[in-house]
């Protein structure tokens, strides 16, 4: 009877040591969100550019995809993001690119941008269904 419990909890942790790097791995793999986003001009004047975002996130914190204007083109969106911490380009690196930092959690973004005299405000939250 002994053996036979022995057996059983040896199986069990090595199945559980095994499988404990699945765990890792999945928390850590790549994710794709699709954002309803907003763009707030706050400054020089009010404005709002309502669109959507399709970013897809590495397991290493790189951040690819493409935001696209309500009546507009897509356009090519490139970041980064570590714990919550986040950035974006919205953009080429043209005159008007556009250069968000601030957070990012499970798909809820709330960042700022400063472009020559515009003060903007970039709200993203995941698509319902």
Do not use: C
């Not at 550019?49 to 590495?58: A, E, I």
């Not at 990012?104 to 700022?112: L, Q, R, T």
Request: glycine share 12%.
């Amino acid at each position: 009877m002994k053996s036979i419990l022995h057996r059983v909890f040896t199986t069990a942790a090595i199945g559980a040591m095994l499988l404990a790097p699945l765990g890792a791995q999945a928390a850590s793999a790549e994710r794709n969100y699709q954002l309803n986003t907003r763009i707030i001009l706050q400054r020089p004047q009010a404005g709002e550019f309502d669109g959507t975002m399709q970013l897809r996130v590495t397991s290493d914190g790189i951040v690819s995809g493409y935001y696209r204007p309500d009546n507009g083109r897509f356009i090519a969106v490139t970041g980064g993001v570590s714990d919550t911490t986040f950035w974006l380009d919205i953009g080429s690196l043209g005159p008007d690119a556009l250069h968000f930092t601030g957070t990012f959690n499970d798909g809820h973004i709330d960042a700022a941008a400063f472009a020559g005299d515009r003060d903007l405000k970039l709200v993203s939250q995941p698509k319902a269904g």
